[in-house]
């Protein structure tokens, strides 16, 4: 327990940090109208196409009994993977919209 408490004593700069872009990221994403949503999500597809090979990359060059980075690695895949299908599936339900219906 004493371990904890220091590391979040050492690391409260950090905690802030990541706390103020939480709210950050929710006020910008909140305040986007609903026009832009396709051409944000193909952006996001992207950046975690290069998350997705980073992680690959993090669980390559790995020890073997470094088990935190191949856990984060792996979960970075899985759900790396998840967010870029989904959203490719969303882009192309929203295209899917667009098209005159055939009679």
């Known amino acids: 327990m004493e371990a904890v408490l220091k590391w979040l004593s050492d690391s409260q700069q950090i905690i802030y940090i990541v706390i103020l872009m939480i709210f ?12 832009l949503h396709t051409p944000l999500m193909s952006g996001a597809n992207a950046i975690h196409g290069v998350v997705i090979i980073g992680a690959i990359i993090v669980m390559g060059k790995a020890e073997g009994d470094n ?3 191949l856990i984060l690695g792996f979960l970075a895949v899985v759900l790396g993977t998840l967010n870029v299908v989904g959203g490719f599936v969303v882009t192309d339900r929203m295209l899917e919209m667009f098209k005159s219906k055939k009679k």
């Open 67 to 69: 088990y935190p980075a």
């Open 24 to 35: 950050v990221g929710i006020e910008v994403i909140g305040r986007v109208p609903s026009v």
